[in-house]
Each structure stands twice: as C-alpha cells, then as structure tokens.
C-alpha cells in the first residue's frame, strides 16, 4: 500500500466532509484503522506524519488516532518525530489532541525526555505552554493509559503556575484535576503552597475537585 496514495485517499474523503462533526470524521478513521492495522509501522507513521502537517483539524485528528491505534507505529515515534510534528499547532483544538494523543503518550513510555516538555513549558509561545500541561493528561488519566506520576506532573505545573495567559491558566486546572484522582494528597499540598501564586479560577475548580469529585466553573 503506497502511503502517498493512502494519505491522498484519506484528505478526499475528509474534504468531502465539509463542516462533519466528530464523531462522523472518528468513522472515517476507524476504517482507515482497519485497513492499516496490518501495514508496517514505518508506512502508518509516514501516513499520520503527511496528515498531521495539514492546517485541517480533521486530518490532524485522523493522524493523530491513527498512530494511537498502532502501537508499534506509536512505539517508532522519537522526540525529533514528536517536535516536527508539534510544529505551527496554534489552535485549541489541535493542541488538546496532540498533547493528550501523541506528546503525552511518547512523554509516558519514555520516548520524549523531561526536558522537551520543560522547554515547552518555558516557551514564549502561549501554544507551546498550554502543551506542556496537557501532555501531563496522560501520566494520570486511567482512560489514557496513566499510571500517575505525580513528579513530573508537578514540575510543569509548579513551572506555570504564575502564568496568567487563560489558554494555560484552564490547561493548569486540567492538569491538576487529573492528577487528583490519583494522587489528592499531593494536590491538596501544592494547592496550600502555591495558594498565593495560583489563578483564583485553578484554586476554585481544583478545589471542588477535591471536595466534590467535580469541576466548579
């Protein structure tokens, strides 16, 4: 199966899709899914990489899933694969999904260094930051594959947490929520700490997590 033919294949059909929502641009993935489950790990990546490099939120999302639902592509993802393909991400949607599809996961099995995130976390780019946070989604969400890692979690928390930029304050509040399902005491400590430096917004929705299991607007 030629990659540039399959690529090619998969942008018609979504530009067929003029204004689809989600779940309509999820079944055209899943069918490429099963047509690709079986290709060589090089070929799924080089497909998802020619995707990701579209400005189109549906060809971004498509290969971003298509490599999460190949695990021995996901496994050929390196920290120089993951930094080209974060490239010219400046949209709410498309960092979400790359932060918690693709950076967070190569972040938690080891395939993207502590310090690539932290640079993202110190970038001047309000993207590149909001990024950082995200990516921590996945070392705790069970759902992701998450096993906790308070750590690094709070490393890139602790790094933000004066940043003011609404994109990073709410990514901030994400990211705290959900390393409180698995590890409360440390939130609650970070909370008592950071108390004076936090947004009012991520000491009230984090805060209601804790005590009710639920965000507070």
Request: charged share 30%.
């Amino acid at each position: 199966m030629s990659d540039s033919i399959t690529a090619a294949a998969i942008r018609r059909e979504l530009w067929a899709l003029a204004g689809a929502t989600t779940p309509v641009v999820r079944a055209v993935r899943r069918r490429y899914s099963k047509r690709l489950a079986l290709e060589s790990p090089d070929i799924v990546l080089a497909i998802a990489r020619s995707l990701a490099a579209d400005k189109h939120w549906a060809a971004r999302v498509v290969a971003y899933e298509l490599l999460a639902e190949h695990p021995a592509a996901m496994r050929r993802l390196s920290a120089a694969i993951v930094e080209r393909m974060a490239r010219g991400l400046a949209d709410w949607g498309s960092i979400d999904a790359f932060g918690v599809i693709i950076a967070g996961a190569a972040w938690r099995e080891g395939r993207l260094p502590d310090r690539q995130v932290m640079r993202w976390a110190r970038s001047r780019d309000r993207w590149r930051r909001r990024l950082a946070l995200v990516a921590t989604v996945p070392l705790n969400s069970k759902a992701r594959g998450g096993r906790g890692d308070t750590a690094r979690t709070l490393a890139v928390c602790r790094a933000l947490v004066e940043d003011r930029d609404d994109l990073v304050v709410k990514a901030l509040s994400w990211a705290l929520r959900e390393l409180s399902k698995r590890d409360p005491e440390a939130v609650s400590e970070f909370l008592s700490l950071e108390n004076a430096r936090l947004a009012s917004r991520v000491r009230r929705e984090v805060q209601s997590k804790l005590d009710t299991g639920r965000k507070r607007s």
